[in-house]
């Protein structure tokens, strides 16, 4: 009987080796795909992790562009970064001022030469929502800039057409 249990452990061993040598982890030279991943943190039964936006950070400086130039890329507010952009829209977040965020825009639109603007500010308990719309033949830009009372970020909402 020990006669056949060394056979099967050597058949085993034959088929571990053989397997090794098939996928080349037993090659010195022979390069190797490697994944890496970060592990993801547990949730607890009250609470379900919530996905994070890679940000992305806005230059402090604006150049202006020229309108045959303009894209949604340069209605960005300066130091703040980027949660989300499409071709027409995008997400922002910052921690200026609100009203800092809403005289750039203001000087933004009014720079890209729009026929009709309306800017509505509003400050309730010191929650935030200012909405600025500027207008022209073939050119809209809308801008949302929302912020609650008890939050530290500024949140930003830019739509192009």
């Known amino acids: 009987m020990s006669n056949l249990r060394l056979l099967v452990i050597l058949i085993l061993i034959l088929v571990v080796l053989s397997f090794i040598q098939k996928e080349g982890l037993g090659s010195k030279n022979q390069?190797?795909?490697v994944i890496v991943s970060t592990p993801t943190p547990k949730a607890?039964?009250?609470?379900t992790p919530i996905p994070t936006p890679i940000p992305t950070l806005v230059p402090s400086t604006s150049i202006p562009i020229?309108?045959?130039?303009r894209n949604i890329s340069s209605f960005a507010y300066p130091g703040s970064i980027i949660l989300s952009k499409s071709e027409k829209e995008m997400t922002l977040q910052s921690l200026d001022d609100p009203q800092a965020i809403t005289n750039w825009y203001k000087e933004k639109i009014i720079s890209a030469g729009v026929n009709a603007k309306s800017f509505v500010t509003t400050n309730t308990n010191g929650?935030?929502?200012n909405?600025?719309?500027g207008a022209k033949s073939g050119f809209k830009?809308?801008?949302e800039i929302s912020k609650?009372?008890?939050e530290g970020k500024t949140e930003i909402s830019v739509?192009?057409?």
Request: aromatic residues 4%; charged residues 15%.
């Open 131 to 133: 909405k600025l719309v």
């Open 148 to 150: 609650k009372n008890n």
């Open 141 to 143: 830009i809308s801008v």
């Open 127 to 129: 929650n935030v929502l």
């Open 31 to 33: 390069k190797k795909n």
């Open 44 to 47: 607890t039964p009250a609470q």
């Open 159 to 161: 739509i192009y057409s």
């Open 66 to 69: 020229p309108s045959s130039q």
